[in-house]
């Protein structure tokens, strides 16, 4: 196995110059200085990830959701069968799930690919060209994947984002799939930041009270396992994620090193950024956290990152939900920037007072 295509590189942060530009150009603009708030960070974070001010208005925004099945749903940590996985699978390929709809509503579009679904059915067959298996083993008492196959999902999700990035993306989201996969993403978040299973564990899928004692048992017990491995980002994902989680945490990676943003969405993207961070130092300045959703292990993540939210409107679902949700405002923000008239073209008389300098 030739482990120097595991190399990352380092990464570039965004442009400072044209982050510079942008709150100048804010400072020039029809309005009071920091009257658009959040939306004005935002425009000026596109703007650095872009290297230009003012920025371009997004033109490919691209949602790639991460499919499969994990070993541990057979404990009793979800309040739905391991079979849900592949169905819902079908149900994006034909455009009725939830991550279809509000894609569509914000002007994005959805490629879905099955990393570890636990079926061979043909609706999977179609989008299994970096399949590495199916499910994965159950994390409380042994690896999620070989290290054969932790690589090769890693080396799957670069090259995935090389592909939409050079197909023309502008804009990424990573989005999850898989019943049971908020328990690997907690343990891996409990792992990176410290923390212990029961400030981590969350009703997930809408869990009673004996599902998640079963879930922080099992969370508790991974969790063991993955602390033996924490200097070796790869040897994490091998022991404690699953083929999806370790194909986004290269995704994201991949996407800094592209110097293209991403907005993360919930619990399972957040902990596959926690990993991508420690693959890439430094990729979290390319993201923007597009929601907090109701998990507390979400919270910790986003705390980790050192990532504000743009919403709080209790998104769980996952698939990529949360992000999409806050894709028109990231839209706005930057259309604010490129669009809205400065007060010498519009003629409009500035303050009499300058504001003080942020």
């Known amino acids: 196995m030739d482990d120097e295509i595991l190399e990352f590189a380092e990464v570039e942060q965004p442009d400072e110059h ?8 804010h400072s020039k603009l029809i309005k009071p200085a920091g009257s658009l708030g959040r939306l004005e960070e935002l425009g000026v974070w596109v703007a650095a990830c872009q290297g230009q001010s003012p920025p371009r208005p997004f033109t490919r925004p691209r949602v790639v959701v991460f499919a499969g099945d994990h070993g541990i749903a057979a404990k009793g940590v979800s309040a739905y069968p391991g079979e849900v996985t592949a169905q819902l699978v079908g149900s994006m390929l034909t455009g009725g799930a939830a991550i279809n709809v509000l894609a569509a509503s914000a002007g ?159 619990l399972v993207a957040s902990a596959a950024a926690l990993v991508a961070e420690e693959l890439v130092p430094g990729a979290r300045q390319w993201w923007a956290a597009g929601q907090r959703g109701g998990e507390p292990a979400h919270a910790l993540a986003l705390e980790h990152l050192d990532l504000d939210p743009i919403l709080d409107l209790d998104v769980r679902l996952g698939e990529g939900t949360g992000a999409v949700a806050a894709l028109p405002l990231v839209f706005m923000a930057t259309r604010v920037l490129a669009e809205m008239a400065t007060h010498e073209q519009a003629g409009v008389s500035g303050p009499l007072i300058e504001a003080p300098a942020s």
């Open 18 to 25: 044209a982050r510079s530009a942008a709150i100048a150009l």
């Open 108 to 266: 994005a579009s959805v490629r879905v690919v099955d990393m570890a679904v636990d079926s061979d059915a043909p609706a999977t067959r179609s989008i299994g060209e970096f399949k590495v298996r199916r499910g994965s083993g159950s994390i409380d008492v042994e690896d999620a994947l070989t290290d054969e196959e932790a690589r090769a999902a890693v080396r799957a999700g670069r090259a995935i984002a090389d592909a939409e990035v050079d197909g023309g993306a502008d804009l990424l989201i990573a989005g999850d799939l898989g019943i049971g996969n908020s328990t690997p993403a907690s343990v891996l978040v409990a792992a990176l930041t410290g923390g212990e299973p029961v400030a981590v564990v969350g009703r997930g899928s809408g869990i009673d009270d004996n599902t998640w004692m079963r879930k922080a048992a099992a969370v508790r017990d991974a969790l063991r396992r993955a602390r033996t491995v924490l200097a070796d980002p790869v040897a994490l994902l091998r022991t404690a994620a699953g083929a999806d989680i370790a194909a986004m945490s290269g995704f994201l990676a991949q996407a800094s090193l592209r110097k293209t943003p991403v907005i993360l969405d919930g």
